[in-house]
């Protein structure tokens, strides 16, 4: 005797509530197809008895198990909760279940998390960025499973993509210190190897600066993960730097909260003596002392428009596959002309 109890079959919640096993998969899967009280009855009883449908045999034989998996880079990011947040409710509301992975910036992990999700039997899959590694792309399109890349945006892409651009959202907040008056720059971004976003964000720094004739040599570029010691530690190496830069610009808010706090700790006046913008604009950021210059992203909108591309698809509804959104600029404390 293994002691276990048997398993509640939906047999004794159609004895239980006295009806026949027909009704109680109506009441409990399509209610509006039965009276009211005959399925508040089998809900009860389905209750009482610890009854959860197996919905797995059905999903077999409809070929759709109203699922969507996401890959994440990172679940200890607020703004990619943001996102997430805003899939699931979407998704939710279309009876669809979320299922998440994150690959820590591991693009061989990513693989590994797309394969286990497609074995579960996701209708569709959500990415961030748009370079992975080959295999991912050929396990969906040989499986016909819809995905879209979000936080990206490339006009030209032939895979469907619901973001903005990074390059150009940097080079907009690069172009705002130049006209300043700026001309010391440091940059403390990401880790540049499998972020395609960090790495395009540098790159629209880069080249803003190129075209006012300004260039960023070794040590002016600092890569480092997202936590707000690696952004004190960045900071404080930059300010070894000769000449001291006027203007930091980071490629997230989390990096631009440890910089600026490393400004405080050393008595450092902000802007007075240097400028720090950040990149996301979290719910921290307008809080902090002074208020934090920074890009808005439209995460939530991002999460939204991904759930309904792939509930589209998997309706075969005609939908656009490239996307665009628009981060903001937003101008608060941390920022002004260079007074030295």
Same mark, same amino acid.
């Given at each position: 005797?293994?002691?276990? +109890?048997?398993?509640?079959?939906?047999?004794?919640?159609?004895?239980?509530?006295?009806?026949?096993?027909?009704?109680?998969?109506?009441? +409990?899967?399509?209610?509006?197809?039965?009276?009211?009280?005959?399925?508040?009855?089998?809900?009860?009883?389905?209750? #009482? +008895?610890?009854?959860?449908?197996?919905?797995?045999?059905?999903?077999?034989?409809?070929?759709?198990?109203?699922?969507?998996?996401?890959?994440?880079?990172?679940?200890?990011?607020?703004?990619?909760?943001?996102?997430?947040?805003?899939?699931?409710?979407?998704?939710?509301?279309?009876?669809?279940?979320?299922?998440?992975?994150?690959?820590?910036?591991?693009?061989?992990? $990513?693989?590994?998390?797309?394969?286990?999700?497609?074995?579960?039997?996701?209708?569709?899959?959500?990415?961030?960025?748009?370079?992975?590694?080959?295999?991912?792309?050929?396990?969906?399109?040989?499986?016909?499973?819809?995905?879209?890349?979000?936080?990206?945006?490339?006009?030209?892409?032939?895979?469907?993509?619901?973001?903005?651009?990074? !390059?150009?959202?940097?080079?907009?907040?690069?172009? %705002?210190?130049?006209? +300043?008056?700026?001309?010391? %720059?440091?940059?403390?971004?990401?880790?540049?190897?499998?972020?395609?976003?960090?790495?395009?964000?540098?790159?629209?720094?880069?080249?803003?600066?190129?075209?006012?004739?300004? $260039?960023?040599?070794?040590?002016?570029?600092?890569?480092?993960?997202?936590?707000?010691?690696?952004?004190?530690?960045?900071?404080?190496?930059?300010?070894? !730097? @000769?000449?001291?830069?006027?203007?930091?610009?980071?490629?997230?808010?989390?990096?631009?909260?440890?910089?600026?706090?490393?400004?405080?700790?050393? #008595?450092?006046?902000?802007? @007075?003596?240097?400028?720090?913008?950040?990149?996301?604009?979290?719910?921290?950021?307008?809080?902090?002392?002074?208020?934090?210059?920074?890009?808005?992203?439209?995460?939530?909108?991002?999460?939204?428009?991904?759930?309904?591309?792939?509930?589209?698809?998997?309706?075969?509804?005609?939908?656009? !596959?490239?996307?665009?959104?628009?981060?903001?600029?937003?101008?608060?404390?941390?920022?002004?002309?260079?007074?030295?």
């Amino acid at each position: 005797m293994s002691g276990q +109890l048997p398993s509640v079959t939906i047999k004794d919640v159609a004895s239980e509530a006295g009806v026949s096993i027909a009704t109680v998969s109506r009441a +409990l899967n399509t209610p509006q197809k039965v009276s009211t009280d005959v399925a508040a009855r089998v809900r009860a009883v389905a209750d #009482r +008895l610890g009854y959860v449908p197996y919905r797995a045999a059905r999903s077999l034989v409809s070929r759709r198990f109203n699922a969507i998996g996401a890959v994440l880079p990172t679940i200890d990011n607020a703004i990619f909760a943001k996102a997430t947040g805003a899939l699931q409710h979407r998704l939710n509301a279309h009876g669809y279940t979320l299922l998440l992975a994150s690959t820590e910036y591991d693009g061989t992990r $990513e693989l590994a998390e797309v394969q286990t999700l497609i074995e579960h039997g996701v209708d569709g899959i959500v990415l961030v960025g748009a370079e992975h590694q080959p295999g991912v792309a050929r396990m969906l399109k040989a499986k016909r499973i819809p995905f879209v890349n979000t936080w990206v945006y490339d006009a030209a892409s032939l895979e469907p993509c619901i973001g903005f651009d990074n !390059h150009a959202a940097m080079a907009r907040i690069t172009r %705002f210190l130049l006209d +300043l008056g700026h001309r010391h %720059f440091g940059m403390i971004a990401g880790i540049t190897r499998g972020n395609d976003r960090a790495a395009q964000r540098v790159r629209g720094v880069r080249k803003m600066l190129v075209s006012r004739e300004i $260039e960023l040599v070794e040590g002016q570029v600092i890569e480092c993960p997202y936590t707000i010691d690696d952004g004190r530690a960045a900071m404080a190496a930059l300010l070894t !730097h @000769d000449p001291t830069p006027t203007a930091v610009i980071c490629g997230n808010d989390v990096l631009a909260f440890g910089a600026l706090f490393e400004c405080l700790a050393r #008595r450092l006046p902000v802007p @007075d003596a240097i400028s720090i913008t950040g990149f996301d604009d979290l719910d921290l950021a307008c809080h902090v002392q002074p208020p934090l210059t920074t890009m808005r992203v439209p995460a939530a909108e991002m999460g939204s428009r991904a759930a309904d591309y792939l509930i589209a698809r998997g309706k075969d509804d005609t939908v656009a !596959h490239r996307v665009e959104l628009e981060p903001s600029l937003i101008v608060r404390g941390t920022t002004g002309s260079p007074q030295r």
